[in-house]
Structures are given as structure tokens and as C-alpha cells.
């Protein structure tokens, strides 16, 4: 029911701003009614499925790097002091050179494939995830950690089996982060650079002035987006069961 009202909500802004713009005499040019959207939607349904699926796939690859090395980054200084040190103003630093300025860089060395789309939203995706389990890592009950002890367990168990499931909702919290920034860095290295995906086809819809097939573009970005957090929340109620 909460999802659906969202839905309507937000339907219902889209509708009131562009009856706004109507108003104030905005050409259709630079914004579209959204039976024009739905038009282009259908007439380049063959060509925009081509492109989100290039899109997707970059989407997908870029999850399984950021959130591979966020988890890596965040177990390595929660298990160690030395570690944490060395790693934590790295991470910090990574985030503090806009990603706008790294994308041409990426695209310059690793070349207008899907390799440098990858790793530009892999960039933007590791942090939030890296930061909230390394967060929840740390913060495990001592209590669970005392009783823990009691049985004289390894270090890899007491990882295994307290400290990582104690951490499980801070690492959903960041996998949900991840899901909703990942097309947004796929989108700017295919600004920067590409021969396929959504951007590209943005860029090339607004370059022609077709502005109805890149708010169908966007649109697909949307859908792709919230496909992938609704996928996140169905595994956080597995994992989590007594999560809402």
C-alpha cells in the first residue's frame, strides 16, 4: 500500500510540473508532455531495450566490484588497527575528487567500453556500503562477543557467526545506498564516453532535440533503479526477518 501511494505521489508531481510548464509556456521541445514520452517509449521500444540492457549490465558489473571491495575494504579495518590506519584516509580520499573529474581520466585509460563505465560507478559505489558495514562491524554487541568467548572460538568464527550477522542491517542499509548511486555512475561515464547504454542514447536523443525519447530513457534508468532497490529490500526480508 506504502509503495503504491509513492507511486501515485509521484505521478502526481510529475503531472502538476509539467502542467506548471504548460503554464508558463514551456516548449515541448524542452519537456515533453507525457503521452509523448509513452509514444517514444512504444515507437523505440526495440532501441531503448537494446540500450537499457547495455546499461543493466554495466549496472550489474560496477554492484559486484563496489560492493566487492567494500566489504573487503571494511572487514580489513574492522579486523585490524594497523589496517584501519592505513586504509580509512584512503577510502576517505577516494571519495574527495568528484567523480566528473575522474570519468574522462578513466575513459582515457581504459577506453570507451564497458570497462570505464564499471569502474566509475564502482568508485561511487563502495563508499556508502564500505562505511555502513565497517560501522556495523564494529559496533557488534560486547555482550555477543562475551558469550562468544566463553567457547574459546576462532577469530574466523567469531566473525562468521556474531560479528557478521550482527552487522547484516548496516550492510543492507549500505547495499541499498549501492543499488540507487550505481546507474548514476554508469550514467556519467557514459556521458564522458560510450558507444551504447541510456546515457549515450540521452546525449544523442538531446543533441537531435528528442526530448521525448530521452525522458523515455530516463524513465527506463528510473524503472532499472527501482527494480534493483526493490530487489535489495526482498533480500533484506530474508536475511532479516524480523526487519519491515
Given at each position: 500500500m506504502k509503495k503504491l501511494f509513492s507511486a501515485i505521489y509521484l505521478i502526481a508531481v510529475l503531472l502538476c510540473g509539467w502542467l506548471l510548464a504548460r503554464h508558463h509556456g514551456v516548449p515541448d521541445f524542452l519537456l515533453p508532455s507525457p503521452l509523448a514520452v509513452l509514444e517514444a517509449l512504444w515507437l523505440h521500444r526495440q532501441l531503448l531495450a537494446h540500450h537499457a540492457l547495455y546499461t543493466l549490465a554495466e549496472i550489474v558489473l560496477a554492484l559486484l566490484l563496489g560492493v566487492g571491495t567494500?566489504?573487503?575494504?571494511?572487514?580489513?579495518?574492522?579486523?585490524?588497527?594497523?589496517?584501519?590506519?592505513?586504509?580509512?584516509?584512503?577510502?576517505?580520499?577516494?571519495?574527495?575528487?568528484?567523480?566528473?573529474?575522474?570519468?574522462?581520466?578513466?575513459?582515457?585509460?581504459?577506453?570507451?567500453?564497458?570497462?570505464s563505465k564499471v569502474v566509475v560507478a564502482a568508485l561511487i559505489v563502495f563508499f556508502p556500503l564500505c562505511l555502513s558495514l565497517f560501522d556495523g562491524l564494529c559496533r557488534t554487541p560486547s555482550g555477543w562477543l562475551e558469550l562468544a568467548g566463553t567457547l574459546n572460538p576462532s577469530r574466523a568464527r567469531v566473525f562468521w557467526h556474531v560479528r557478521w550477522p550482527a552487522a547484516l542491517p548496516q550492510f543492507f542499509s549500505g547495499l541499498q545506498m549501492?543499488?540507487?548511486?550505481?546507474?548514476?555512475?554508469?550514467?556519467?561515464?557514459?556521458?564522458?564516453?560510450?558507444?551504447?547504454?541510456?546515457?549515450?542514447?540521452?546525449?544523442?536523443?538531446?543533441?537531435?532535440?528528442?526530448?521525448?525519447?530521452?525522458?523515455?530513457?530516463?524513465?527506463?534508468?528510473?524503472?532499472?533503479?527501482?527494480?534493483?532497490?526493490?530487489?535489495?529490500?526482498?533480500?533484506?526480508?530474508?536475511?532479516?526477518?524480523?526487519?519491515?
Open positions: 567494500g566489504v573487503l575494504l571494511a572487514v580489513l579495518m574492522a579486523g585490524s588497527q594497523t589496517l584501519r590506519r592505513v586504509l580509512f584516509p584512503l577510502v576517505t580520499a577516494s571519495q574527495a575528487i568528484p567523480v566528473f573529474a575522474l570519468a574522462p581520466l578513466l575513459v582515457l585509460w581504459l577506453g570507451f567500453g564497458i570497462a549501492a543499488v540507487v548511486l550505481a546507474p548514476i555512475g554508469v550514467v556519467i561515464g557514459e556521458w564522458v564516453g560510450a558507444s551504447e547504454g541510456l546515457g549515450y542514447l540521452m546525449m544523442q536523443s538531446n543533441a537531435r532535440l528528442e526530448t521525448a525519447t530521452s525522458f523515455a530513457a530516463l524513465l527506463l534508468l528510473l524503472m532499472l533503479a527501482l527494480l534493483l532497490s526493490g530487489g535489495v529490500a526482498l533480500l533484506r526480508k530474508k536475511f532479516l526477518w524480523h526487519s519491515t
